[in-house]
């Protein structure tokens, strides 16, 4: 079933599956990279966007790429058993190492969104981006490592071995690089004002606006609700004219 899947009668079912996963990753990415216009201080990550970008577009690359291509009898005996680009990039070995550095540069788009507006108050705010970039060092290499040899070994020790061995250093960095950020960005220091998720300044600031006329109309004992407790005590006129006040400030 594989076969036919990645290389076979099947081939573009699978290439369009590809596809779509490709475009979930990039959306993800697209969002969490654009969001960095919004927030005060996102633009001393912009350097490592690009970088970003290269990852989880040569993922994308590697993960579209089939064993094999739907070929006649007289092409198939033409180019024997696998493509002689295609075959490279169409096994397991390489899927599994492409989709894993995509996953990780997704990751860390996302912990450059929630950090790029905070800047660390600890004392080892320095060891801790040392620590960060050998965590993405070594998980990154390691990664490709395996991938590379994962080419060497049988299917068996690729399947059972190199890849659950890939996908724990993938789990690890992810562990490791959540619980670094959440110590070291512990009461961290914002930088301008603070930005609600989900909701750009714009929308910030007219949530701070209702918030503000809410306290007012509280503090003149009067409520949006018409049946409310409050309402029915103070009558109909002063409500008018509470109102009214509310409406000319």
Same mark, same amino acid.
């Given at each position: 079933m594989g076969i036919q899947l990645m290389g076979g009668f099947f081939a573009w079912l699978w290439v369009m599956q590809a596809m779509l996963i490709g475009a979930i990753l990039f959306f993800i990415n697209y969002y969490l990279w654009i969001s960095l216009h919004k927030l005060p201080g996102g633009e001393r990550y912009f350097g490592y966007v690009k970088y970003l970008f290269i990852v989880v577009l040569l993922g994308f690359v590697v993960w579209v790429?089939?064993?094999?291509?739907?070929?006649?009898?007289?092409?198939?005996?033409?180019i024997g058993s696998y493509h002689p680009v295609l075959g490279k990039l169409g096994v397991m070995a390489a899927k599994n190492t492409a989709v894993i550095l995509s996953y990780l540069a997704?990751?860390?788009?996302?912990?450059i969104f929630r950090m790029s507006n905070k800047e660390p108050v600890v004392s080892w705010a320095g060891a801790? $981006? &040392?620590?960060?970039?050998?965590?993405i060092t070594v998980s990154t290499g390691g990664?490709?490592? @395996?991938?590379? =040899?994962?080419?060497?070994?049988?299917?068996?020790?690729?399947? $059972? &071995?190199?890849?659950?061995?890939?996908?724990s250093l993938f789990f690890a960095a992810i562990l490791a @690089?959540?619980? =670094?950020?959440?110590?070291m960005y512990r009461g961290a220091r914002i930088i301008g004002e603070?930005?609600?998720?989900?909701?750009?300044?714009k929308g910030q600031?007219?949530?701070?606006?209702m918030k503000?006329?809410?306290k007012r109309r509280h503090a003149r004992g009067i409520s949006r609700a018409p049946f409310s407790k409050r309402n029915f005590e103070m009558g109909p006129v002063q409500i008018r004219r509470g109102i009214e006040m509310e409406g000319a400030r």
């Open positions: 790429t089939p064993h094999d291509i739907a070929l006649s009898l007289s092409e198939a005996r033409r997704t990751f860390l788009s996302f912990s801790g $981006r &040392v620590i960060r970039g050998l965590i990664v490709l490592f @395996l991938g590379v =040899l994962g080419y060497t070994v049988s299917a068996a020790v690729r399947v $059972r &071995v190199l890849s659950p061995i890939q996908f @690089l959540f619980l =670094l950020d959440f110590f603070k930005i609600v998720f989900g909701k750009g300044r600031m007219r949530t701070n606006e503000n006329g809410k």
